[in-house]
C-alpha cells in the first residue's frame, strides 16, 4: 500500500511538472510572436497619438490626420483593417511605445539620431520645416529663433518632447525662456493669455491649430527665418515609429510606404491635411536621416 501511495505521488508530481512546462511553453509561445504577426492575426493594431492637428487628432468622436490616414492606408495593404487609437501626450509617446502601450506611433514624429536610439523608424511621410506665432503686430519683433535669444525676456510655448525645443537651445535661447505645455491648445491659450510671446511648431500644425482654434489677436511670422544647425537650414522628416524589436513590421511598414510613394497615393493622402508636393519626402531613408547630424 505504501509502495502504491509512493507510485501515486511521483505519478502526480510528474504530471504537475509536465503541466508547468506545458503552461510555460505556451507563453513563451506566445510571447516570441511578433507584433506584425500578431496584428495580422487578430486584424488590429494599436497606435498612439498625441492630438497635433494636422499629423494625427480626435474629431468628432474620429481619429485622423495625415499620420493616421497614412498609416491606415498601409495597415490595410497589410490585412489589418482596424485601429485602436491611444491618446497621450507627446512626450509620453516614445516611454509608451516602448512599454508596450500600443504597437506603433502615429503622430508625424521626427526622425532624428537622438530618437533613433530609442525606437526604429519607418522611412519619412513628408518634409517640413517650423513656424512661429506671435500677438499683432509681432510686438517682440521676432523672425528667428536668433531673436528670441537676443531678447531674454521673451518666452515661447512649445510641446513637451517636440524638436522645436533643441533648434531654439541650438540657437542660444535659454532654458528659462522656454515655456514647457502639453499639447496645441493650451500653447494657443497661453500666447492668448499673454503668458508667452510666442509659440512654435511645424508650419502645418500652427496654421491648423489657429485655424481650429479660432485664435484673435494671433498672427504668424510670414517672414520667419528657418533654424540652421551646423550652419545648415533644417527640415523636419517626420514618420511612424515601431519599437527596436519589431523590426519586421518596420520593413513591412516602409515597404508599402514607398509603393504609396511611388505610385501618387502617398501626395493624395497628405493633401487634405495641407500638405503641398514640396512637403513631399523625396528619397531620404529612416537609415539616411537616422545618421544625419
Known sequence: MKIFKKMLTLTLMIALVASITGCGNLQLSSSNQSALQKAKDEGVVTIGF?????????????????????????????????????????????????????????????????????????????SIGESLAVKKGNPKNLHSYEDVAKNPQVKIGVMKGAIEESYMKDAGVKESQIIIVPDQPSAVAALEAGRVDGITMTGPSLRAVLDSAKAEGVEEVKDFKQPKVDGKEVRGYGAAAFRVEDKDFQKAFTKELEKMKDSGELYKTLKPFGFTKEDLPGDYTAEELCKKQ
Open 50 to 126: 498625441a492630438n497635433e492637428k494636422p499629423y494625427a487628432y480626435k474629431e468628432n468622436g474620429k481619429v485622423t490626420g495625415e499620420a493616421v490616414e497614412v498609416a491606415k492606408a498601409v495597415f490595410k495593404k497589410l490585412g489589418i483593417k482596424k485601429v485602436k487609437p491611444v491618446l497621450t501626450d507627446f512626450g509620453s509617446l516614445i516611454p509608451g511605445l516602448k512599454a508596450g502601450r500600443f504597437d506603433v506611433i502615429t503622430a508625424g514624429m521626427y526622425i532624428t539620431p537622438e530618437r533613433c536610439k530609442e525606437v526604429a523608424f519607418a522611412n519619412p511621410e513628408y
